[in-house]
């Protein structure tokens, strides 16, 4: 049994395959007012839509919740949920089945996350952006954590006896610190998500628009910077490109600025991007289990003043800093970020990214993602993934 709905309005389809077709015993008969019954998702995504600023190019596809996606203590968390269009995913959308959590999780064009469109008997458990693991249980989930927990622990400690740069040094022993105290978790909840949700579930289709400007019933304050993305794992890079991502962000940005006429070393310098982003492999100190924050910032200024001596970078957790983070955005420079210890990636521990826009009306950043060819840019909540980010500021001051 499937169960539709077509939205008059915009001429979409929503279509819930019969895996969520709920029984007497699913989390949505629940008597719990923080649930979010299937007829609220199918209302709430499609007024989600326009504030997405996909609404124009998704007119015309018909959106599929394709996988439950649940939390680490075996609670349903949300939805995957992609757009077709003559059979083929055009965009995907993460969104939560909870008033106490973030409503929209994730989303951008593409075909998002490849391993989500297929068929598997176990769980996925989503624990922040890009971080979807699968396992059969709460208890598998556990032990694979604590396992991987253990195995990287060894390695920072292997690294940090190795070393002999003071520096780094000190830069492993911080990252040691850090993961010694890391947890296995998932979303936090907030009542402050209520009034989010509450936008989503009361405004009605018909008076839906497909425009970004006046969304919700609001004024979005949005921006995106024209960055053009990179591929850590092009051929050529070093070992493979498995642990790349750091000079692969850095490289997104220093040639963003040479394209734009700054006195920096970017692609042209070096001929290619594999050049480059092997350059700033070797000037971060970049090692098999990845870059350091710290690492990243020490080698993007080396490579920023190479030319001059009039470019900043420093770094800072993001809990916080939104406001410089769209102050950054605004005057037209996109920030590094490197999404906290990831231990379910077996290439890399720690995930680069470059920020590049922001989307005040759904609480978003934008993303260029240096990992992933199909969905090169993505839009992720920043509340529900700050206390795990850091920011890599990078300015020229002359």
Same mark, same amino acid.
Request: with cysteine; proline share 3%.
């Given at each position: 049994?499937?169960?539709?709905?077509?939205?008059?309005?915009?001429?979409?389809?929503?279509?819930?395959?019969?895996?969520?077709?709920?029984?007497?015993?699913?989390?949505?008969?629940?008597?719990?007012?923080?649930?979010?019954?299937?007829?609220?998702?199918?209302?709430?995504?499609?007024?989600?839509?326009?504030?997405?600023?996909?609404?124009?190019?998704?007119?015309?596809?018909?959106?599929?919740?394709?996988?439950?996606? @649940?939390?680490?203590?075996?609670?349903?968390?949300?939805? @995957?949920?992609?757009?077709?269009?003559?059979?083929?995913?055009?965009?995907?959308?993460?969104?939560?089945?909870?008033?106490?959590?973030?409503?929209?999780?994730? &989303?951008?064009?593409?075909?998002? &996350?490849?391993?989500? +469109?297929?068929?598997? /008997?176990?769980?996925?458990?989503?624990?922040?952006?890009?971080?979807?693991?699968?396992? +059969?249980?709460?208890d598998e989930l556990e032990k694979i954590f604590e396992n991987i927990k253990q195995k990287e622990l060894e390695n920072i400690k292997e690294q940090v006896d190795k070393t002999k740069d003071s520096k780094s040094k000190e830069s492993y022993i911080k990252e040691l610190k850090k993961l010694e105290q890391k947890k296995l978790k998932g979303i936090e909840?907030?009542?402050?998500?209520?009034?989010?949700?509450?936008? &989503?579930?009361?405004?009605?289709?018909?008076?839906?628009?497909?425009?970004?400007?006046?969304?919700?019933?609001?004024?979005?304050?949005?921006?995106?910077?024209?960055?053009?993305?990179? @591929?850590?794992?092009?051929?050529?890079?070093?070992?493979?490109?498995?642990?790349?991502?750091?000079?692969?962000?850095?490289?997104?940005?220093?040639?963003? @600025?040479?394209?734009?006429?700054?006195?920096?070393?970017?692609?042209?310098?070096?001929?290619?991007?594999?050049?480059?982003?092997?350059?700033?492999?070797?000037?971060?100190? /970049?090692?098999?289990?990845?870059? /350091?924050?710290?690492?990243?910032?020490?080698?993007?200024?080396?490579?920023? +003043?190479?030319?001059?001596?009039?470019?900043?970078?420093?770094?800072?957790?993001?809990?916080? &800093?939104f406001p410089t983070y769209e102050s950054y955005i605004d005057a037209n420079r996109p920030v590094g970020i490197r999404f906290d210890y990831n231990p379910w990636n077996t290439d890399y521990k720690w995930h680069f990214v470059v920020g590049v826009g922001y989307n005040t009306e759904t609480g978003q950043i934008q993303v260029c993602d240096v990992d992933?060819?199909? /969905?090169?840019?993505?839009?992720?909540?920043?509340?529900?993934?700050?206390?795990?980010?850091?920011?890599?500021?990078?300015?020229? +001051?002359?």
């Amino acid at each position: 049994m499937v169960v539709k709905r077509y939205i008059k309005k915009i001429g979409m389809s929503l279509i819930l395959g019969s895996m969520l077709i709920v029984s007497s015993t699913s989390v949505f008969a629940s008597s719990s007012d923080s649930q979010i019954s299937q007829s609220q998702i199918i209302q709430a995504v499609e007024n989600m839509l326009p504030a997405t600023g996909y609404g124009d190019k998704w007119i015309e596809g018909k959106i599929e919740i394709k996988k439950e996606l @649940y939390n680490p203590d075996d609670t349903l968390f949300g939805y @995957y949920i992609i757009i077709k269009k003559d059979q083929e995913n055009i965009g995907y959308m993460i969104v939560s089945a909870n008033k106490e959590t973030e409503p929209i999780l994730e &989303y951008g064009e593409g075909t998002g &996350y490849d391993y989500l +469109n297929g068929d598997s /008997t176990k769980r996925f458990y989503y624990l922040g952006a890009m971080r979807i693991v699968q396992a +059969n249980n709460k208890d598998e989930l556990e032990k694979i954590f604590e396992n991987i927990k253990q195995k990287e622990l060894e390695n920072i400690k292997e690294q940090v006896d190795k070393t002999k740069d003071s520096k780094s040094k000190e830069s492993y022993i911080k990252e040691l610190k850090k993961l010694e105290q890391k947890k296995l978790k998932g979303i936090e909840k907030n009542k402050e998500n209520e009034k989010k949700w509450e936008k &989503y579930l009361s405004q009605s289709s018909e008076n839906n628009t497909n425009s970004l400007v006046t969304p919700l019933g609001g004024t979005t304050t949005y921006k995106v910077l024209n960055v053009a993305h990179m @591929y850590q794992r092009q051929p050529g890079v070093y070992n493979e490109g498995k642990s790349a991502c750091g000079p692969t962000s850095g490289a997104v940005i220093a040639d963003y @600025y040479k394209l734009r006429g700054y006195n920096v070393r970017g692609v042209s310098y070096y001929g290619t991007q594999v050049k480059l982003i092997n350059h700033l492999y070797t000037e971060m100190g /970049t090692g098999t289990i990845g870059t /350091t924050m710290d690492q990243w910032a020490t080698g993007m200024s080396t490579h920023m +003043n190479h030319n001059a001596s009039a470019w900043d970078v420093f770094t800072h957790e993001a809990i916080g &800093y939104f406001p410089t983070y769209e102050s950054y955005i605004d005057a037209n420079r996109p920030v590094g970020i490197r999404f906290d210890y990831n231990p379910w990636n077996t290439d890399y521990k720690w995930h680069f990214v470059v920020g590049v826009g922001y989307n005040t009306e759904t609480g978003q950043i934008q993303v260029c993602d240096v990992d992933s060819t199909s /969905t090169k840019y993505r839009w992720i909540s920043w509340s529900a993934n700050d206390q795990d980010m850091d920011l890599g500021f990078v300015s020229y +001051n002359p």
